[in-house]
């Protein structure tokens, strides 16, 4: 079992920065894929950013070039800095661990983030 704990949510205005971050502790596996996802009222939870644990990236279209995701291995973090901030990207977000090679992921609690207009 993986226990995953995000902090750094919260609101913020149009064209601002908020840097989200995630532990994992438990049961991890060294070859392993963090990452965030989000969900908005009434929407689908949907991909954010991934990240494996040899550094290979994945981006949903709608936040390449304002949010970067990284981590820090040795403390089985994972960071998602996002900038240039837009109102719809206002939403729950998750933060995931799985397995390499294994479908289903591990979730946070989830942190709030609203960006005001």
């Known amino acids: 079992q993986v226990q995953l704990v995000e902090s750094g949510g919260g609101l913020v205005q149009a064209g601002g920065s908020l840097r989200l971050s995630c532990a994992a502790s438990?049961?991890?596996?060294?070859?392993?894929?963090m990452g965030w996802y989000r969900q908005a009222p009434g929407k689908q939870r949907e991909l954010v950013a991934v990240i494996s644990s040899g550094g290979t990236t994945n981006y949903a279209d709608s936040v390449k070039g304002r949010f970067t995701i990284s981590r820090d291995n040795a403390k089985n973090t994972v960071y998602l800095q996002m900038n240039s901030l837009k109102p719809e990207d206002t939403a729950v977000y998750y933060c995931s661990y799985r397995r390499w090679g294994v479908n289903d992921n591990n979730w946070g609690q989830g942190t709030q983030v609203t960006v005001s207009s």
């Open positions: 438990g049961s991890i596996f060294s070859i392993n894929v």
